[in-house]
């Protein structure tokens, strides 16, 4: 176990129980997307924590920088203009793990102990168990897991477990000028939400709201949207988020089923070979073969 | 070697050597697939060094397999071409599998049970070297999309090509003398006689 202060509730590619003996807190990150100014400092904050230097880019003509989440920006912030009653609305998303309740990547790796999800809600890498087949970016909903091109393993935000194991706020939200990310209890951050919804209510957003999408038993990292209804402005952020049926598919019921229909079939052949006896050749071909070779 | 001049050529030597280049490749993928499929089989990654190495040799021992398996195909596909005298005795399997093979329709170098494997196994392995290189992470990022219908399809012709092996190996230990077919190339006269006397005849002329 990676941090022992910190109860594993799941465990990739284990069907036993984890230890689970105490029963943490569970624990969100909430970020408020109104109240974001997008000055980058929570991933400057999350490279320096982390000790990731990620490889200087190119400028692609907007303010994303780096343009996409990498093995070593494991947050990034991701700009939208967008036109609303004739006003432009530049929403700024910060990008990352969700760290699901029912999270896709842990249910697709076949690796034991590579993903492991805390009893506080945090889902995070432990990379030196990962294989670097990439099932976790097949099975995440929201796009975020990535590949190394250095060491082939998978890399995502840790929620800054190590931090949080020792009673300290995720590195971003510790850096927040504006407080648009605030971190504590799940429940104690629902409530925060709730008071930042009706604020944003009454200034006029009257979709505001809180995600935490239901479709994969909500998720350690919230948004308070100013436009709920429609996740999708900000930059495609899924309005219905689940793991897929392909996945639930494939690493779900299959998995027994299949296996045991192999069972089957090895069993039946040993069965029926007791049951049947072998298929010999028998005396009366042998003697009518030889009689033919003979003629 | 020949052990009896009198038996007959069922295989030669490239035919046999092919079957057991595909034959031990698809063991070493099975092993390891299977490995990445369910945890319960996940220890067999030690064989292959671990799951790292089992992850990174898997796809090649893939595209190695996939190549003598297309070569395998070229082989035997017009020998295994269903005829009726096949879909009679597919018909009447029930009575073969219960021991009673009195009343079976006569067969040529190929039953309709060996010619039904023959074409359920090049499907599967179609199926597999395709979502193969759609899961194939470390080459190709296709759109998620496809990589979940892929590992999805990898999965059941896996699955699939597993047990049809199964039964292909079983069918090769139940039935008496047909081993040796593939490891020294010949049978008895016997054997082909009770088995495939339309191709005993062919063989012989009698």
Redesign the interface.
Known sequence: MALQSLDIKQRSATTTPAPSVRKTMEVAKLIDVSACIGCKACQAACMEWNDIRDEVGINTGVYDNPVDLTAKSWTVMRFAEVEEKGRLEWLIRKDGCMHCADPGCLKACPAPGAIVQYANGIVDFHEENCIGCGYCITGCPFNVPRISKEDSKAYKCSLCSDRVAVGQAPACAKACPTGAIQYGSKEDMKDYAAKRIGDLKERGFDKAGLYDPAGVGGTHVMYVLHHADRPELYNGLPSNPGISPLVSLWKGFAKPLASLALGAVALGSLFHYVMKGPNEVSKESEREAEKEESQ | MIRDP?DLQRYTPQERANHWVVGMSFILLALSGL????????PL?YLFG???W???LHPYIGVFMAFFAVLMYLRFWRLNVMTKTDKEWLDRIGEM???N?HNMPEQGKYNGGQKAMFWALTVCVVLLTISGVL?W??QFSPP?GL???G??VH??AA?AM??LI??HV?AA?????TIRAMWYGTV????????HRAWYRQM?G?
């Open positions: 009198k490995a990445f499929f369910h945890p319960a089989f996940y990654t671990g799951g790292t089992a992850r990174i599998v219960d021991g093979d899961i992470r470390a998620i990589v979940r219908f590992a999805v999965a059941v699955v597993i047990a199964f039964v079983y230990i139940w039935t008496k003398g008895t006269r016997a054997w082909a006689r009770q088995h012989t009698k």
